[in-house]
C-alpha cells in the first residue's frame, strides 16, 4: 500500500469510539472547511474508515465470497460514486511507490517464481478483500448498522466466537486493527521520505551531465553531492508545511495533481523498459530462498489496497455493482504489476534498482520524469499522513484547553512527520523500508486478519471443513511471510556497507 493510496472519509456518528482508519479517495467524500480546534475539542474524533449506506441483508452464501447481489438491497448516495468512478479510485488506491519496487521484488524472486507468486497474492488478496465485504455486510444486516469499519468489522467478529474470551476482550480487535492501520500510513511516508532522497540525490549527481541524449549506453560522469540522509533533511520543512494543510478538499487537488504527474511517468517509464531488451536467458527462473522473504514483504506492500474496499464499496450509487468492480480493478492492477516487474527485470536484469525510476538514463527526458513522479508522491504524502494523524491527535488536543489546541495541534504534527523522518534515515534503503513495512503491517491487514474475520463471523452458523482449512491455509501463509519477512529484511538491515546491493547507490549510464 502501497501506495498512492487517497484517502475517503466517512464519519460513524453511531460509533464515536475510536477505529480503524481505511484508505479511500479525496473525492469520494471529502469533508468541507478546515479541521478547527473547537471541532476537535468538541467531537469524537471520527472514524475515518467508515461507510454511508445500509445493507437490508447479507447471508453469507455467494459466489467469490460475496453476497449474492439480489440477495440484499443496498440503498446507495444520492451524491455517490458512479461505477467509472469507483474503478478508478480503486485504482489509485492500489498504484504508489510499491509498483515501482516490484522489479527488483522479481530479481528477489526470480523471472518465472516472481510473476506466477505476484499472480497467486492477487487473487488471495483479492478473495480476502471479499471476505471483508461479506463479513461488513453480515454483521450490518444482523445489528441493522448503517456502516461498519475494518476495525468495527473485527469487533463484531470477536464478539460472535464461542470463546467467552474473546468476546469480553473483542474492542481490541478494532484497537489492534487501528494500530496496524496507523503502523501502515507512517510506514508509506517513511517510503515516500526515502524515494524523493533518492530520486532527488541522482537527479543533482547527474546535472551537469545531463543532455539530450537518452542513448541507454551513454556514461555519464556523477558529481559527488549530499548523502540522502541529508536530502530527506532538507525535504522534513516542506512536508511539516505541507501537513499544516487539513483540509481535504484542498489535499483532494494536490492528490488530484499528484496522480497525473505518476500516470505520465508511468507512460514513459513502459515506453522506455519494452525497447532494446537484452537476452533473458542469464536471468534465473527462481533466485535464492534467502531473498524470497524480501519479495514478499515487496509484493504484499505493493497489493494491500484492502483499507479502501469498504469506504468505495459504500460511497457508490450502486453498491451492488461493486463485486464486479474489485474483480476488475483488480485484474488491471494485477497486469500491471506484473508487466511492469517482469519487464523492468528483463530491461535491467541484475543492476535493477530499488526504484526502477533510478534505471532511467539521465537525460533530460528521464530526470524530467524522476521529478514528475517526486512530485506526485510529495503531495500523495500529506494524503497518506491525514490518516494516522486523524487518529492520534484530536484525543491528545481534547486534554488541553483550547486556547492553546490549535498550538498543541500543529506542534504534534511536526513530531509526527519528524518521527517518519528519524525512521527513514535509520533506514535509508528504499528496498528494506518497503519489505519492512509490507511485512509487519500489510501482511496482517490484508492476509493474516481477514480469514480468521470469516471463521469468527461464521463458525457458530456452521461452515464446511474445506472453508476453515482454506482460511486457516491463507492466516498461516500471512503470518510466515510477517515473520520471516521482517526477519530477513532486519537481517539485510545489519548487513555490512559493502554488502548492500540496488539499495539508494545509483546506476551509472
Known amino acids: 500500500m502501497n501506495a498512492s493510496h487517497s484517502l475517503c472519509t466517512m464519519a460513524d456518528p453511531k460509533e464515536p469510539e475510536n ?3 481505511e484508505l479511500g479517495t479525496p473525492n469520494a467524500a471529502a469533508p468541507t472547511g478546515t479541521m478547527s480546534t473547537r471541532r476537535l475539542r468538541s467531537e469524537d474524533y471520527n472514524d475515518y474508515s467508515s461507510t454511508d449506506v445500509t445493507p437490508e441483508g447479507s447471508p453469507p452464501d455467494g459466489m467469490n465470497g460475496f453476497a449474492h447481489p439480489e440477495s440484499y ?3 446507495g448516495e444520492t451524491n455517490g460514486t458512479t461505477w467509472y468512478q469507483t474503478l478508478i479510485h480503486l485504482l489509485k488506491g492500489n498504484i504508489g511507490t510499491g509498483l515501482l519496487g516490484l522489479p527488483l521484488a522479481v530479481k528477489n524472486a526470480g523471472i518465472l517464481l516472481g ?3 505476484l499472480l497467486v497474492m492477487g487473487v488471495v488478496a ?3 478483500m471479499g471476505i471483508l465485504v461479506k463479513c461488513a455486510h453480515h454483521f450490518c444486516n444482523r445489528f441493522q448498522k448503517q456502516f461498519l469499519d475494518y476495525g468495527g468489522v473485527v469487533m463484531h467478529g470477536l464478539e460472535a466466537t464461542p470463546s467467552a474470551c474473546l468476546r469480553t476482550h473483542a474492542i481490541w480487535g478494532r484497537r489492534v486493527v487501528g494500530l496496524f492501520l496507523i503502523i501502515t500510513q507512517l510506514g508509506f511516508c517513511c517510503v515516500y521520505f526515502v524515494f524523493l532522497a533518492d530520486n532527488l540525490k541522482q537527479v543533482v549527481s547527474a546535472a551537469n551531465g545531463t543532455t539530450n541524449d537518452c542513448s541507454s549506453n551513454r556514461t555519464v560522469v556523477m558529481t559527488p553531492t549530499m548523502d540522502s540522509r541529508l536530502y530527506m533533511l532538507s525535504i522534513l520543512p516542506f512536508l511539516v508545511l505541507l501537513t499544516f494543510i487539513q483540509n481535504l478538499k484542498v489535499l483532494s487537488v494536490f ?7 505518476m500516470l505520465v511517468s508511468l507512460v514513459v517509464i513502459y515506453q522506455y523498459i519494452v525497447r532494446d531488451i537484452p537476452d533473458p536467458r542469464n536471468l534465473p527462473l527462481a533466485a535464492a530462498w534467502k531473498t524470497y522473504p524480501l519479495f514478499f514483504g515487496t509484493a504484499i506492500f505493493a497489493f494491500e489496497g484492502i483499507g479502501v474496499v469498504l469506504p468505495l464499496e459504500n460511497k457508490m450509487k450502486n453498491p451492488q455493482q461493486f463485486p464486479v468492480i474489485l474483480y476488475v480493478g483488480m485484474t488491471i492492477v494485477t497486469i500491471l504489476y506484473i508487466s511492469l516487474s517482469v519487464l523492468g527485470y528483463l530491461r535491467f536484469g541484475a543492476d535493477i534498482q ?3 525510476t ?6 533530460w527526458l528521464y530526470q524530467a520524469v524522476k521529478l514528475l513522479f517526486s512530485f506526485g508522491i510529495f503531495f500523495t504524502y500529506a494524503v497518506q499522513f491525514y490518516v494516522p494523524a486523524e487518529i492520534i491527535i484530536p484525543p491528545l488536543v481534547a486534554r488541553v484547553s483550547e486556547r492553546w489546541g490549535w498550538l498543541i495541534n500543529l506542534l504534534l504534527r511536526v513530531a509526527l512527520v519528524c518521527v517518519t523522518c528519524v525512521l527513514a534515515i535509520l533506514i535509508p534503503r528504499l528496498d528494506l523500508v518497503i519489505s519492512l513495512v509490507g511485512s509487519v503491517s500489510s501482511s496482517a491487514l490484508a492476509l493474516i486478519f481477514p480469514p480468521l474475520l470469516e471463521i469468527a463471523t461464521y463458525y457458530s452458523e456452521g461452515m464446511h471443513p474445506l472453508v476453515i482449512a482454506k482460511d486457516i491455509a491463507i492466516s498461516l501463509f500471512g503470518f510466515v511471510g510477517f515473520v520471516v519477512g521482517t526477519y530477513e529484511a532486519l537481517v539485510e538491515l545489519v548487513a555490512p556497507a559493502a554488502t548492500v546491493v540496488n539499495a539508494t547507490t545509483v546506476l551509472v549510464q
Open 115 to 117: 510473476p506466477l507468486s
Open 126 to 128: 483479492v478473495h480476502c
Open 358 to 363: 533510478l534505471n532511467l538514463p539521465n537525460c
Open 73 to 75: 438491497q443496498r440503498f
Open 354 to 356: 530499488a526504484s526502477i
Open 19 to 21: 477505529g480503524a482508519v
Open 255 to 261: 492528490s488530484m495533481l499528484a496522480n497525473m504527474a
